[in-house]
């Protein structure tokens, strides 16, 4: 490994360790469960939003915010946002009725530890909570910037975003147990919509609060839009071949349910190659930056070599 | 009845019809099935957003606004959007692993229609399809009064409004089946959460587009408390002996689930009596204002004499 490499990867593994922490942080000091009837709500929302995950959407929000001097703790508190919007996602897909799954993060899924209906109002809840996060005065003063964020992030979320992707999913599976499964462009646009869309949105969000007008933004999107590829894709490969205990959630499910993917698709060497390749295009999306771009130069590395 | 009141009622009529036009409108153009995989989530939005429901919350957006000279579009707009999170919750609350019902505004639930997963994502989509609608520049082009109505709606959606009521209220049906079940006080206070905040919600936006300062706001956020809670004592009135057909959902059911109510904690004499206590003092916090506010006075008392 050369020192330049090294040095990359110390840094992200700092990041990675602070937006956990403050990610965690923010989120206790959200959530203080009421003396009151809904104390069960907001356990669920605890368990869904605190300690896991690897905050790779608020990380992104902090590191392209950080780009332009905007204040570290309002870009965490946008990040936070953005991952309650995720969290709430993965408590709705873990449902029986969606993906059933038992396993989230190495702790049992909301349904689980809990029941059904509380986790379908754990989900609603921390949804609104996203929204609630933006437009508090901590994140902006300025009534633009925060409509901005709202605008993005609503966008995002919604039929046109992750809701939309999560329905094309759920044909793809269907499709797959018929005949004529989902194709390599269908399968690139609905993991555009349900992955890309929202670790976009993390980047875009970023820019937005450090005043970067729309035009000086698109290399930035496009860089979002490589790694949200990349990171699908390698998701893939964790699913065909990675190890169920390090990933903390039931892995194989994709090839078991017959669904086209990436690695179906290609096969799982060229869709590494493909990955790599996606990584590459995205550092280059970065070239007009200094080293104050490093960060997400490393996340963009770091998206296809993780093990989780 | 005296003429006065058949104005009133006139006046009622009229509006109620043309808001359901116009809310079914605008989810039709907001709502375009498109041309891939996403065409069954749409769908579901359209069966649950279009053609249902009383519109009482998007009447009382355009209603207040109407009050201080606010564009009749742009009102219906943001009054579609607290009807998205009305649809959302219904939706939601329909599943088999909350309230388990079949019908809604006379037709088949969402999950029946289509499926329970389908339901979850169409509820997620009409959720944020609420904050996207919110941002749009037919709404305000003001960017300040745009992040007020987004943080008076994402409040009275969540933990601290309507998800958190729902939360106290399955409590509610859980305390109902062992000993102690709720009292008054509790009752009330998951009324105001569960069905009050965004009743009160909508008030409070149509007053918002009105560039109404917040202490302006007072007497017309007491006006949605009242009508709030007379609008669920009339709800438990309803269930306990209204007609199944006419209200197109079914009833009795807080009967058999033995969930405190109003009404089991009243008698149904002394909560009707209550009710018309509360529209009369609801019309009394309008009294600063002309027939300006005749809409709200008459939404006041139609919420205790409505049949469904």
């Known amino acids: 490994m050369a020192s330049e490499d090294v040095a990359v990867s110390d840094l992200l593994g700092s990041a990675l360790a602070s937006i956990r922490e403050d990610v965690d942080h923010h989120f206790d000091l959200l959530l203080p469960v009421p003396d009151d009837a809904r104390a069960r709500l907001f356990a669920?929302?605890?368990?869904?939003?605190?300690?896991?995950g690897k905050r790779l959407r608020p990380l992104l929000v902090t590191a392209t915010a950080g780009m332009f001097g905007v204040d570290r703790d309002a870009a965490v508190r946008a990040g936070c946002a953005v991952e309650a919007i995720h969290a709430y996602s993965l408590i709705h897909d873990d449902l029986p009725c969606m993906d059933d799954d038992d396993l989230r993060h190495g702790r049992p899924t909301v349904h689980l530890e809990f029941d059904e209906a509380t986790a379908v109002l754990a989900g609603d809840a921390l949804h609104a909570l996203a929204f609630d996060i933006l437009v508090s005065p901590q994140v902006t003063s300025d009534p633009f910037i925060r409509s901005e964020l709202v605008a993005t992030l609503a966008r995002a979320s919604g039929m046109d975003g992750m809701a939309g992707g999560q329905m094309m999913d759920m044909m793809a599976e269907q499709a797959g147990?018929?005949?004529?499964?989902f194709d390599l462009h269908t399968v690139t646009r609905l993991q555009q919509l349900k992955t890309g869309a929202l670790l976009g949105a993390s980047v875009e969000m970023g820019a937005i609060m450090g005043r970067v007008p729309p035009e000086g933004r698109a290399h930035l999107k496009s860089y979002a839009r490589d790694i949200g590829l990349a990171f699908q894709i390698a998701d893939d490969l964790l699913d065909h071949e990675g190890d169920a205990e390090l990933a903390g959630k039931a892995?194989?499910?994709?090839a078991v349910a017959g669904k086209a993917t990436?690695?179906?698709l290609l096969g799982a060497e060229r869709a590494r190659e493909q990955a790599h390749m996606l990584v590459e295009q995205a550092i280059g999306h970065l070239a007009s930056h200094g080293e104050e771009a490093d960060v997400l130069r490393a996340i963009a590395r770091y998206i296809v070599e993780r093990d989780r």
């Open 44 to 52: 669920a929302m605890r368990h869904a939003a605190i300690g896991g």
């Open 251 to 254: 892995l194989r499910k994709d």
């Open 262 to 264: 990436f690695v179906s």
């Open 177 to 181: 147990e018929n005949e004529g499964g």
